[in-house]
Nanobody
Framework: QVQLVESGGGSVQAGGSLRLSCAAS????????MGWFRQAPGKEREGVAT???????TYADSVKGRFTISKDNAKNILFLQMNSLKPEDAAQYYC?????????????????WGQGTQVTVSS
């Protein structure tokens, strides 16, 4: 059973930084693509950043240049470094994993979800 456990959310002022972590376990080579999605109240869940098994990354236009996704393959941990945070970045952030080889930057491609971690950004 694949388990994804997020940590690192919290409250920060606009312009600040946070780093999210996601510890993955139980997947035994099932997962090929991982990423972060977010959902704000009243909005649909959307892709933020993904990284596939070749290390190819995809970012939402709204976070390019501010967020960086990375993965520690030895420790099975996924990270999202978020800099220059804006109030519109506030949301519940979810770690996600897919069995798909390659692109997984859409909720339809995701097979496993974490419980989520809240990010609040005050202006």
């Amino acid at each position: 059973q694949v388990q994804l456990v997020e940590s690192g959310g919290g409250s920060v002022q606009a312009g600040g930084s946070l780093r999210l972590s996601c510890a993955a376990s139980g997947y035994r080579n099932v997962i090929n693509c991982m990423g972060w999605f977010r959902q704000a109240p009243g909005k649909e869940r959307e892709g933020v950043a993904t990284i596939d098994s070749d290390g190819i990354t995809t970012y939402a236009d709204s976070v390019k240049g501010r967020f960086t996704i990375s993965k520690d393959n030895a420790k099975n941990i996924l990270f999202l470094q978020m800099n220059s945070l804006k109030p519109e970045d506030a949301a519940q952030y979810y770690c996600a994993a897919s069995r798909i080889i390659g692109y997984c930057f859409h909720i339809a491609f995701i097979h496993y979800w974490g419980q989520g971690t809240q990010v609040t950004v005050s202006s």
